[in-house]
T-cell receptor, first 111, second 111 residues
């Protein structure tokens, strides 16, 4: 049963610490997305990739967030330094034609 | 200050009745639309999709209608069941596979 795998599932960290979230897309999918979900903003697109190349990261605060795909089986989203306002659920999704499939999310709390 | 949660529109439906969830999309150039279901604590799950050259598509107990003239999308769920209780999101595939989500509607099933 192919699925998107995200780690960690839950993370509590102190303000100022670096946070790295990882995602293993579904094998064969060539597009990978990072979304952030909060009560205030709903599901926001942070960045997405096609064939490991970033296509759009305009939704991401550039000063502290970075997204990469070191290889086809791994996408990372890094926050450095983290702030309390970054507390949210971060979802990775992957797809190959139009439709994308989500992981279970990384629940981040910054205190 | 105190944060205010995002107020999601809520649709309350009697078990066994049909549900209709509506969505307005923003980009007339979007060529593909998707409905997702999100249960508490989980990632969004794909339900059904439709291309812009269609106005109706049916799945198992679900039907999606597309009205491009007014940029409106609807999801109809037949014979609503308790397991249908969730938040439903429409998404549009904009230029270059950029997938943007609407704010969501919470479906509440009455016994």
């Amino acid at each position: 049963d192919a699925r998107v795998t995200q780690t960690p599932r839950h993370k509590v960290t102190e303000m100022g610490q670096e946070v790295t979230m990882r995602c293993q897309p579904i094998l064969g999918h060539n597009t990978v997305f990072w979304y952030r979900q909060t009560m205030m903003q709903g599901l926001e697109l942070l960045a997405y990739f096609r064939n490991r190349a970033p296509l759009d990261d305009s939704g991401m605060p550039k000063d502290r967030f970075s997204a990469e795909m070191p290889d086809a089986t791994l996408a990372t989203l890094k926050i450095q330094p983290s702030e309390p306002r970054d507390s949210a659920v971060y979802f990775c999704a992957s797809g190959s034609r139009n439709t994308i499939y989500f992981g279970e999310g990384s629940w981040l709390t910054v205190v | 200050g105190e944060s205010v949660g995002l107020h999601l529109p809520t649709l309350s439906v009697q078990e066994g009745d049909n549900s209709i969830i509506n969505c307005a999309y923003s980009n007339s150039a979007s060529d593909y639309f998707i409905w997702y279901k999100q249960e508490s604590g989980k990632g969004p799950q794909f339900i059904i999709d439709i291309r812009s050259n269609m106005d109706k598509r049916q799945g198992q107990r679900v039907t999606v209608l597309l009205n491009k003239t007014v940029k409106h999308l609807s999801l109809q769920i037949a014979a609503t069941q308790p397991g249908d209780s969730a938040v439903y999101f429409c998404a549009e595939n904009m230029m270059d596979d950029k997938i943007i989500f609407g704010k969501g509607t919470r479906l509440h099933i009455l016994p």
